[in-house]
């Protein structure tokens, strides 16, 4: 990569907000990612049971089925920078009572499944307002593109890093002095974001109830044509797609019978993948034609999906799993991006807040199908079926992707002077 290339990938570190934000980010999702597996290791230790396994991560996903969309409706009446600090604060916060109770040995399983829950209401507060903040913090609009691909770079980063030093750190320290690091993580973030210079915010008071402002966030996404459109694909490749994550230890034991290294190399490779996707989509210096992008990720992802369980072959499967990863982030980065360009700002935290319901929200949902799926027709013949289901969503919005390029065009001129 030479000089002029990461200029271009990196643009957006050169407003100040954005660089605080992200050098925050990239301390605390590490120690989210430890976290998650110090979590996972210890309810398995003291369970022995892959049923509330998945009960916790199920409890952690829920609330942001069932809340992302009205917390999307605070996001528009609230101020979003004292949002984000707060949330950040309740995440350290449920970390540092998991390391407690865990170094007290107190923890009992219902004690993580509350706490999980906890968590998970709170992420549905974060998700819409970290995506809303993030152009708040982007001075020039058409760097929105650039900042989203760079968040996901940097999330799909802490991926591949957060979980090896969590297996290091689990069998040195155990999980308690886990959750405490990742309490100290969070002060990476709530530091910076403390350091920002924000300008007051002038929120649009609103006297109408929650539920009327909620029915117009809604009814504005669906009338929207494009960001309708994106929204269906997207929720319907990762109820059906992107929830085969779960099935991925059976693969991996059953068809490459592997063991959890062999399932450590094909999640790294799965991230890597990812990574390629942002760096090649941060290098955009424009939202348009992200439509395009979304059509042919979405047939990468789903081709990946089907041909992944033909050979039974490791090398293989790791190559496999570099296209799936590409696939899966290219799609996100892009929807993303372009609801973002093309959302009112009045109306961002909603329509962020149906986003995250989509994309995050329907994960319960796509490991209960996948569960099922799975365990009456086998994981070979359900990869399968999810690619070519994944196939079709994508020749659906191939069939609108001329009027979601018209509205897309037009509205560009207007949100991002393109």
Known sequence: MNKDSFKVIFRTLKYKNYRLFFTGQSISLIGTWIQIIAASWLIYRLTNSAFLLGLLTFAGQLPTLLFTPFAGVMVDRWDRYKLIKTTQI??????????VLVLTEIIQIWHIIILNIFGGFVMAFDSPVRQSFVVDIVEDKKDIGNA????????NMARMVGPAIAGILVAMIGEGWCFIINTITFLGI????HLMDIKKTILKKSNNHVLTDLKEGFLYTYNFLPIRYILIILAFVSIVGMSMNVLMPIYTKDILLGDSKVLGFLMSSLGIGSLVGGVKLATKDSPKGLEKNIFWATIIFGLSLIILPIFHNFLYAMLIMLFIGFGMISQIISSNTMIQSLVDDDKRGRVMGIYSMSFMGTAPIGSLFAGTLSGLIGVMNTSIIAGACC??????????????SKIAEDTYVKNVNL
């Open 90 to 99: 309740l995440f350290a916060f449920q970390s540092l009572i998991f390391g």
């Open 190 to 193: 709530i530091v910076n974001l």
């Open 148 to 155: 989203v691909a760079l968040n996901s770079m940097l999330f």
């Open 391 to 404: 196939i079709l969503a994508g020749l659906y919005f191939l069939s609108k992707i001329r009027i979601i």
